[in-house]
């Protein structure tokens, strides 16, 4: 691809792969750089901080953003993002 994350490339070129538009698709990352490059895009994004002292640094600085901050996968079933796609 000779692209990487946050670059637009990247991102376009995972949805006309996976044939999905920004809004249907989930983008799950640790770093917040990368979040807010699918955010550009209209991608759903998760911060995913396995950190407890992290995530709930994240977790208070995301509060009225647009993105969603989990500490593990399993949280991901309670997020609003599911519920958008």
Same mark, same amino acid.
């Given at each position: &691809?000779?692209t $990487?994350?946050?670059?637009e490339? &990247?991102? @376009?070129? +995972?949805?006309? /792969? @996976?044939? =999905?538009?920004? /809004?249907? +698709?989930?983008?799950? *990352?640790?770093?917040?750089?990368? %979040?807010?490059? +699918? &955010?550009?895009?209209g991608?759903? /994004?998760?911060?995913? %901080?396995r950190?407890?002292?992290?995530?709930?640094?994240?977790?208070l600085?995301?509060?009225?953003?647009?993105?969603? =901050?989990?500490? *593990?996968? /399993?949280?991901?079933?309670y $997020?609003?993002?599911?519920?958008?796609?």
């Amino acid at each position: &691809m000779g692209t $990487t994350k946050p670059n637009e490339k &990247m991102y @376009l070129k +995972a949805l006309e /792969e @996976l044939k =999905v538009l920004p /809004e249907e +698709a989930v983008f799950i *990352d640790d770093n917040l750089i990368n %979040c807010k490059g +699918a &955010m550009k895009l209209g991608i759903n /994004e998760v911060l995913l %901080c396995r950190n407890k002292l992290q995530y709930f640094i994240n977790k208070l600085f995301s509060i009225g953003k647009d993105y969603q =901050v989990i500490n *593990d996968l /399993e949280q991901l079933k309670y $997020t609003r993002i599911l519920s958008k796609i």
